[in-house]
């Protein structure tokens, strides 16, 4: 996993876990998300990307699969 890619990843689990991201860390990891296919991928379907997305604009909840979802992966790897 590239440097960049695990970054962003943990600054999604941070914003899930209800941490006050900087705004401008939000910006990043939506950038990337957009440019990342990997990335994308890891975080699961586009639904669920854009559920993230939406709670990283703080407008919805954040669904419980696609938060243990990105737990998972930090503990075991990206699904194979
Ligand atoms: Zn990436």
Redesign the pocket.
Known sequence: M?E??RK?LEIAVQILDGQDVPHEERLTIEA?LDE?A??FERLGVERDVKNLIARLQGSTQCPDHLRSKITAIFHEGPPT
Do not use: D
């Open positions: 590239k960049q890619c962003s990337h990342c990997p990335c």
